[in-house]
């Protein structure tokens, strides 16, 4: 047989989970035929066939989540199994003479399980311990049934529902910018009375953004922690934090400083619309060099908005409201604009934060056109 393998979906994207087989085994299919259609973190992608072929195999059903690398699917034709990457089964020799000279009975209790590695990762994936698992292969050798069946188990005892899609992959950038970042939130207030009557001030917020990177670039950065190394970018490319039914999303506006408002207002309603629709290519959910956060559009005054790793910062702008202020001796209402900017504190240092907001606040407080 000959296999084909999950392949690299974009940046970061080292899974994805099967939504619909257009193919069955037996089925003779062309190349470029729509073979299987697969939800990532980022969007629904649907993979064509690399050329033509009888299907002869295909590997795993909905709601399973396969990694790169893996096989998905095997055509018929001669044997080609030692290109599989990641194959769940198979490929382990049979090993002799386990035993300890002069050991008590129970030692074997104490061995380490034997399963091949591509098992093991899986048992990582899943969070199985194998040494609590008894196999059902060979000799005792810990199958990927196994494993699976364990994570079910623990699944069916724990209850609720499985996070799939959007949502696992937020839990997952969620925890690992727990465990990575240091993070520090400061805040503060941007007074608008000089916009007038206009209250969306989302094109306003990435222009003003733009400005405040450009007197403290180390905020738009990207910081490799454990090489304690530092990429400063000379443009923009704002992540928009959009909250759905089915997660959050954080599609890109590239390049925000040197692009007008008109323009920026018609790609973001582009992002909102494919995001909506489930439609957004995957390489448009890539490469934020900053993240915007409008909480302040559903409820909200300040927040604690997370940095995800690479990321050194994120902005989050609550709700506009009138508020009483000192204004030239006297009291007045004006509309204002809380502002919360969290950063990573081992790339930048308050100062540079705190410069990095008032340029911001500084920009937004200037009339509108």
């Given at each position: 047989m000959k296999y084909f393998k999950l392949p690299d979906l974009g940046e970061g994207l080292q899974e994805a989970e099967i939504v619909e087989w257009h193919v069955k085994a037996g089925d003779t299919v062309k190349a470029d035929q729509l073979l299987v259609s697969v939800e990532t973190a980022k969007a629904i992608v649907d993979i064509p066939a690399p050329y033509d072929g009888v299907v002869s195999k295909t590997f795993g059903g909905e709601g399973d989540i396969l990694h790169v690398g893996e096989p998905l699917l095997a055509y018929e034709g001669e044997e080609d199994a030692g290109t599989v990457v990641g194959r769940l089964e198979g490929g382990y020799a049979k090993q002799e003479d386990s035993f300890f000279v002069g050991a008590a009975p129970s030692t074997r209790e104490h061995l380490a399980p034997r399963?091949?590695?591509a098992v093991r990762q899986l048992a990582r994936k899943l969070g199985v311990e194998l040494a609590g698992l008894s196999g059902s292969g060979a000799d005792g050798l810990v199958t990927s049934a196994d494993v699976e069946a364990a994570a079910q188990t623990a699944r069916d005892k724990f209850g609720g529902e499985r996070l799939r899609g959007v949502r696992r992959s937020m839990a997952i950038n969620m925890a690992k910018s727990h465990a990575e970042v240091?993070?520090?939130t400061i805040y503060g207030d941007a007074d608008l009375h000089r916009w007038g009557s206009a209250r969306d001030p989302l094109i306003r917020l990435a222009k003003a953004i733009a400005h405040a990177c450009t007197v403290e670039p180390v905020l738009n950065s990207w910081f490799d922690g454990k090489g304690l190394s530092i990429r400063q970018h000379d443009k923009l490319d704002l992540g928009i934090a959009v909250d759905t039914p089915d997660g959050l999303f954080v599609p890109v506006l590239r390049n925000v400083g040197e692009r007008d408002a008109a323009d920026l207002k018609e790609g973001m309603a582009r992002l909102r619309a494919d995001v909506k629709a489930r439609s957004i290519p995957p390489q448009e959910m890539?490469?934020?060099?900053?993240t915007l956060s409008n909480f302040g559009t559903l409820f909200g005054r300040y927040?604690?908005?997370?940095?995800?790793?690479?990321?050194?910062?994120?902005?989050?702008a609550g709700g506009i409201r009138d508020e009483v202020v000192a204004w030239e001796g006297k009291?007045?209402?004006?509309?204002i604009l809380p502002l919360s900017l969290t950063f990573d504190h081992r790339a930048a240092t308050g100062g540079e934060a705190a410069r990095f907001l008032k340029a911001l606040v500084a920009a937004l407080e200037e009339p509108q056109d």
């Open positions: 399963a091949t590695p240091v993070p520090v890539m490469g934020a060099t900053i927040a604690n908005p997370i940095v995800v790793p690479p990321q050194v910062a994120i902005i989050g009291p007045a209402v004006h509309a």
